[in-house]
Antibody, heavy 118, light 105 residues
Framework: EVKLLESGGGLVQPGGSMRLSCAASGFTFTDFYMNWIRQPAGKAPEWLGFIRNKANGYTTEYNPSVKGRFTISRDNTQNMLYLQMNTLRAEDTATYYC?????????WGQGVMVTVSS | EIVLTQSPTTIAASPGEGVTITCRASSSVSYMYWYQQKPGASPKPWIYDTSKLASGVPSRFSGSGSGTSYSLTINTMETEDAATYYCQQWSSTPTFGGGTKLELK
């Protein structure tokens, strides 16, 4: 069974940093593009970026809205996906999801809440 | 960035009624994806490659479209279909539509 489990959310002050983690299981992690998507309360989701699979060299792409502030990485030995977020702003407050891409985002984690507030 | 505009924003349907949700793209896209989301839950894949149903999606759902106009249709509304539906494209930087909230009348 495919499972994605995010962790690491919480309250952070504006200008601060936070790292989210996503533990993957139930599939060959290195075969898939892995993504981060966020969703502010009551709004549509927003794609943040992805890290490619082994066949494509684990390179990354980002939404211009977060490029330069957010970094996606993966530990393929531990089947872990990460999102490092720096210089956080109030508008980064949202639920953050990791998701696997395979003809659409076919598996999503349960999400983790990030609140940026003083 | 390709902007996806969904209509209507909210719709109410009675059990047994047909429902169509439209998604218009600001530029042509190759495929459209649809997700269903219920309150407090993660989005679920619903339709991929414009017209293919994700695993477990009832056959009363269908997807169609091309270019800049796509749609999701429910032949006969059932109570469990009440949810918010989002369209999504990946012909360029992935974007989502604003969502259509489908309510039970």
């Amino acid at each position: 069974e495919v499972k994605l489990l995010e962790s690491g959310g919480g309250l952070v002050q504006p200008g601060g940093s936070m790292r989210l983690s996503c533990a993957a299981s139930g599939f060959t992690f290195t075969d898939f593009y892995m993504n981060w998507i966020r969703q502010p309360a009551g709004k549509a989701p927003e794609w943040l970026g992805f890290i490619r699979n082994k066949a494509n060299g684990y390179t990354t792409e980002y939404n211009p809205s977060v490029k330069g502030r957010f970094t996606i990485s993966r530990d393929n030995t531990q089947n872990m996906l990460y999102l490092q977020m720096n210089t956080l702003r109030a508008e980064d407050t949202a639920t953050y999801y990791c998701a696997r891409w395979d003809y659409g985002w076919d598996y999503w984690g349960q999400g983790v809440m990030v609140t940026v507030s003083s | 960035e390709i902007v996806l505009t969904q209509s209507p924003t909210t719709i109410a349907a009675s059990p047994g009624e047909g429902v169509t949700i439209t998604c218009r793209a600001s530029s042509s896209v190759s495929y459209m994806y649809w997700y269903q989301q219920k309150p407090g839950a993660s989005p679920k894949p619903w339709i991929y490659d414009t017209s293919k149903l994700a695993s477990g999606v009832p056959s009363r759902f269908s997807g169609s479209g091309s270019g800049t106009s796509y749609s999701l249709t429910i032949n006969t509304m059932e109570t469990e279909d009440a949810a918010t539906y989002y369209c999504q494209q990946w012909s360029s930087t992935p974007t989502f539509g604003g969502g259509t909230k489908l309510e039970l009348k």
